[in-house]
């Protein structure tokens, strides 16, 4: 099975700043790869699809890169409400499915 | 707007069996297009994967839980649900049903809300 490893766990950073958080497969998934962004009692949110396919109702300073085995989410500009854990998914092995870690964001 | 609710005890026994449904509305379990999951996250962790069914009653499930759960689709109620037997404090979690598109890249696009589960005597 696939394994999905999310780096770091946690940051802190200030609103307006720029994040990275990085996602590696354990093997390749090519751009099977969802990012999810989940608030406190709340289910997850899809942000991304296909690696780097903005979700319609999603901000742009969303942005998601990467293809093989390596992958980035960048949140440009840090907004108040984005605050959250996000999470990496591969759909590479649909129906079956594997999140990594997640990410938790907090404010600095 | 399609919508998932899950329903279900919120206390399960240890050993006994943990039951829960999820209605679909808004949009039709019957299409082709999708799988219908339930995913869980224990407080203050991860989301894992427990399983995924077609339509047509094809399941899957994750290989760390396969001999305790079943999943199961209701196409006349628009409904699908899971059973996960001889559970332990371990099992308690939030579980979500979510959907699946069965396009080219699969995102699971739609969630429940969750139902907290908790596992205890």
Request: charged share 15%; proline share 5%.
């Amino acid at each position: 099975d696939i394994q999905m490893t999310q780096s770091p766990s946690s940051l802190s950073a200030s609103v307006g700043d720029t994040v990275t958080i990085t996602c590696r497969a354990s093997q390749t998934i090519r751009t099977y790869l969802n990012w999810y962004q989940q608030k406190p009692g709340k289910a997850p949110k899809l942000l991304i699809s296909a690696a780097s396919s903005l979700q319609s109702d999603v901000p742009s300073r969303f942005s998601g890169s990467g293809s093989g085995t390596d992958f980035i989410l960048t949140i440009s500009s840090l907004q108040p409400e984005d605050f959250a854990t996000y999470f990496c998914q591969q759909s590479y092995n649909t129906p079956e499915l594997t999140f990594g870690g997640g990410t938790k964001v907090e404010i600095k | 707007q399609l919508q998932l609710q899950e329903s279900g005890p919120g206390l399960v026994k240890p050993s006994e069996t943990l039951s829960l449904t999820c209605t679909v509305s808004g949009g039709s379990i019957s299409s082709s297009s999708f799988y219908w999951v339930w995913i869980r996250q224990p407080p203050g962790k991860g989301l894992e994967w427990i399983g995924s069914i077609y339509y047509t009653g094809t399941a899957y499930y994750n290989p760390s839980l396969k001999s305790r759960v079943t999943i199961s689709v209701d196409t006349s109620k628009n409904q699908f649900s899971l059973k996960l037997n001889s559970v332990t404090a371990a099992d308690t979690a939030v579980y979500y049903c979510a959907r699946t598109e069965r396009s080219t890249y699969y995102p699971t696009d739609y969630w429940g809300q969750g139902t907290l589960v908790t596992v205890s005597s």
